[in-house]
């Protein structure tokens, strides 16, 4: 397959607690909810269009759950390179509760005590867009909304913390490819009919 057709689909796992709450969710390996499962079922019709070389999801069982019942029983080859952002501390709190103990905290800048920095997990992104690229086809990664962010950084090339201004809903979709050689975005936050997540 040509460079400039092969495409790579970046799946945002389904509700959570959590993520209704806008709590921030790291590690903690939280199952998906009634609404969640529904989404990631959405999901499955959009992606059954496409072909896929390879299929990766977060070993975390929200992205797991998503990619399953998106219809992806079998074939799925787990990454903990894929699992979210490692927040520390900070893991379970909202942003406004963080700031309240820590006023400028940004997570693009610092990451939180204990956790992961930006520069950790754009290691492990690099990690990722490298399997990613030598897929012969196309590619769909399960996984979560800081670490895609982040993913998406790398596989353009720019630095982690541009991971600000790529917000992805949960459920959400995006299509990363090439315009001739030059790593692109084709696609960002589209839910399972196409309008934004």
């Known amino acids: 397959m040509l460079a400039d057709s092969r495409q790579v689909w970046v799946v945002r796992h389904g509700d959570t607690e959590w993520s209704r709450d806008g709590r921030h969710t790291g590690r903690t390996d939280l199952p998906l909810v009634d609404s969640g499962r529904l989404q990631a079922e959405g999901i499955g019709p959009r992606l059954s269009r496409h072909a896929f070389d390879l299929v990766l999801s977060s070993p975390l069982q929200r992205a797991v759950e998503t990619a399953r019942l998106a219809g992806f029983d079998g074939g799925v080859q787990l990454d903990p390179d894929l699992e979210e ?58 996984s979560h909304g800081h670490f895609l962010r982040v993913l998406t950084c790398r596989w353009l090339g720019v630095p982690p913390a541009a991971g600000r201004y790529f917000y992805i809903g949960t459920a959400g979709l995006g299509v990363l490819g090439y315009e001739r050689d030059t790593p692109v975005v084709r696609a960002w936050n589209l839910s399972a009919d196409g309008g934004p997540a």
């Open 85 to 142: 952002w490692d927040y520390g501390v900070y893991d379970g709190l909202t942003t406004p509760q963080i700031r309240e103990q820590d006023p400028g905290w940004s997570l693009w800048e610092t990451g939180g005590p204990g956790g992961e920095s930006p520069d950790a997990v754009a290691r492990r992104a690099d990690r990722v867009v490298k399997l990613m690229r030598q897929a012969t086809g196309d590619v769909v990664v399960f």
